[in-house]
Structure formats: structure tokens, C-alpha cells
């Protein structure tokens, strides 16, 4: 089946701890991307990248870092969250010019 | 940058039609319109490509005007089934930006 998968799905932690949510596309996308969901804000994207090795800030990068070793993985790295980073985080990806897959999302909450 | 949407909420009854507008300030290679029902992830409606190419939904349509930067989706004669968020993303050179979001509430 076709899909994004994202891990941990919930992620309760405390400020400062060093956290990372993967994500993996099936598909052989080019295109993948983070976004934060907040109330009142939409979708918000953080990093997205074109191919491996190959990875751009988008609106909301602080405090986020990214890599791209593989065509399928794409993880996010919080090095030292801080509570303005609890959200709702979606992995995406997509071909050019076509539909964008999300995965099913991360809750996390730090403290 | 984000893309602007208008309006944030629109309440209908069933059978009434609604327009969602989508503007954004830069040139658009295309623009794609997503629909995300409460705790899930957001699901793929429509994209409209630069020079008139539609791909995706049967029963929803949508407009690009692409030197006005601007989009509309057009919900007509709404069903239940039509209530969520609907999300417009503006695709500039690789990065695909989203909107805030227009509530949809579709009542009986």
C-alpha cells in the first residue's frame, strides 16, 4: 500500500531533550516535506527537500533540523525543544506536479 | 509565504453552494486544494497546473487564474459528507505553502 508512516504518532517530552520523528514514503517521491499544524495558523511548513541531500527552509524552520540520506526517509530533528514547539507535525510527499501524500501525524507536546 | 484564504468559516445546509477563495503574492506554478476531517491528515482534492490542466476530484471544481495569483474552489449543491477544513496550497518553485484554512460546516 501506498503511504507515509511517521513514528512516534504521540510524544509527550520536556524542554531540552533532544527528540526525532521519522518519516518514510513508499512511493519513490522526490518532494518530501514537514509541516506544523497549530489552531488559527494552518498548515505551516518547516523544511521540505527536492532530493537527497538536497533540503530548503520553508516558513517556520527554527529550531527544526532535517536530512535527506535516503530517497524515502526524511526525519525531523528537535535538538533542544521548547514548549512554543507543541503541535501537530505532518510528513508529506508528492512527484511533481501531483497529489501530496501526508502521513498521519505526530502530537507533540513538551513540557 | 503563506497563500491568503477567505473566508475562515462558512456554515451551509445541505444542497447550498459556498466559494472558498486562495490569493497568493508570488507566481504560481500550480495550486492544490486539500480537505482534512477532524484528527486526520489532510486528503488531496484537486491541483491545478499553470496553463489549464486539471487533475483530481469528480465532484468538486475549482479556477486558476494564474495572472491574478488567485484560486477558487467551488462546493456545489453540499452534502454531509463536505464538512472539514479545506486547505489551498500554492506551489512556487518546489515549495508547496498552505493557507490558514476554511471551516466548512455542512448541515442538515
Known amino acids: 500500500e501506498a503511504q507515509v508512516t511517521q513514528n512516534p504518532r504521540y510524544l509527550i517530552t520536556v524542554t531540552g531533550k533532544k527528540l526525532t520523528v521519522t518519516c518514510s514514503q513508499n512511493?519513490?517521491?522526490?518532494?518530501m516535506s514537514w509541516y506544523r499544524q497549530d489552531p488559527g495558523l494552518g498548515l505551516r511548513q518547516i523544511y521540505y527537500?527536492?532530493?537527497?541531500?538536497?533540503?530548503d527552509k520553508g516558513d517556520v524552520p527554527e529550531g527544526y533540523k532535517v536530512s535527506r540520506k535516503e530517497k524515502r526517509n526524511f526525519p525531523l530533528i528537535l535538538e533542544s525543544p521548547s514548549p512554543n514547539q507543541t503541535s501537530l507535525y505532518f510528513c508529506a510527499s508528492r512527484l511533481a506536479s501531483n497529489e501530496q501524500f501526508f502521513g498521519p501525524g505526530t502530537r507533540l507536546t513538551v513540557l | 509565504q503563506q497563500p491568503v484564504q477567505s473566508p475562515q468559516a462558512v456554515i451551509l445546509r445541505e444542497g447550498e453552494d459556498a466559494v472558498i477563495n486562495c490569493s497568493s503574492s508570488?507566481?504560481?506554478?500550480?495550486v492544490h486544494w486539500y480537505r482534512q476531517k477532524h484528527g486526520e491528515a489532510p486528503v488531496f482534492l484537486m491541483i491545478l497546473l499553470k496553463g489549464g490542466e486539471q487533475k483530481g476530484h469528480e465532484k468538486i471544481s475549482a479556477s486558476f487564474n494564474e495572472k491574478k495569483q488567485q484560486s477558487s474552489l467551488y462546493l456545489t449543491a453540499s452534502q454531509l459528507s463536505y464538512s472539514g477544513t479545506y486547505f489551498c496550497g500554492t506551489d512556487n518553485d518546489y515549495k508547496l505553502s498552505f493557507g490558514a484554512g476554511t471551516t466548512v460546516t455542512v448541515r442538515a
Open positions: 512511493m519513490n517521491h522526490e518532494y
Open positions: 508570488k507566481a504560481l506554478y500550480s
Open positions: 527537500s527536492m532530493n537527497v541531500e538536497v533540503t
